[in-house]
C-alpha cells in the first residue's frame, strides 16, 4: 500500500511538472506574438515630413545624426511618423507624432 501511494504522489507530481512546463512555453509564445507589429507603415521622402518633425531633426541634440528614411505608420487609431536616422555604423528608428514630439 505505501508503494502505491509514493508511486501516485510520484506520477501526479511529474504530472504538475509537465504542465508548468507547458504552460510556461504558451506563456513565450503569447509575448512574442503580442510584440509584433500590426500596424500600416508607407514609405514617405524626407523632404515629406512635417515642419516640426524637420525642425526637430535639425535641432542640437540630432545634428551629427542623419536621417535616411521615413514612413508615415497607423497603427489602430494611432497615426505617428517613423525615421530612421544613422550616424557612422549605428542606426535607430525615431518616432514623432505630427507636432514633432518624439514618442516612445
Same mark, same amino acid.
Given at each position: 500500500?505505501?508503494?502505491?501511494?509514493?508511486?501516485?504522489? !510520484?506520477?501526479? !507530481?511529474?504530472?504538475?511538472? /509537465?504542465?508548468?512546463?507547458?504552460? +510556461?512555453?504558451?506563456? #513565450?509564445?503569447?509575448?512574442? /506574438?503580442? #510584440?509584433?507589429?500590426?500596424? @500600416?507603415?508607407?514609405?514617405? @521622402?524626407? &523632404? =515629406?515630413?512635417? &515642419?516640426?518633425?524637420?525642425?526637430?531633426?535639425?535641432?542640437? !541634440?540630432?545634428?551629427?545624426?542623419?536621417?535616411?528614411? =521615413?514612413?508615415? %505608420?497607423?497603427?489602430?487609431?494611432?497615426? *505617428? *511618423?517613423? !525615421?530612421? %536616422?544613422?550616424?557612422?555604423?549605428?542606426? +535607430?528608428?525615431?518616432?514623432?507624432?505630427?507636432?514633432?514630439?518624439?514618442? #516612445?
Amino acid at each position: 500500500m505505501k508503494r502505491f501511494i509514493l508511486s501516485a504522489a !510520484v506520477l501526479v !507530481v511529474g504530472l504538475a511538472s /509537465v504542465k508548468a512546463n507547458t504552460l +510556461k512555453t504558451n506563456v #513565450q509564445n503569447v509575448a512574442i /506574438v503580442s #510584440q509584433a507589429d500590426t500596424g @500600416k507603415k508607407t514609405p514617405i @521622402k524626407l &523632404d =515629406a515630413l512635417p &515642419d516640426p518633425i524637420k525642425t526637430v531633426l535639425g535641432t542640437e !541634440v540630432f545634428k551629427t545624426w542623419v536621417p535616411t528614411d =521615413a514612413f508615415a %505608420v497607423t497603427a489602430g487609431t494611432a497615426q *505617428y *511618423y517613423e !525615421v530612421d %536616422v544613422k550616424k557612422g555604423t549605428e542606426t +535607430k528608428a525615431l518616432k514623432f507624432d505630427k507636432d514633432g514630439k518624439i514618442i #516612445q
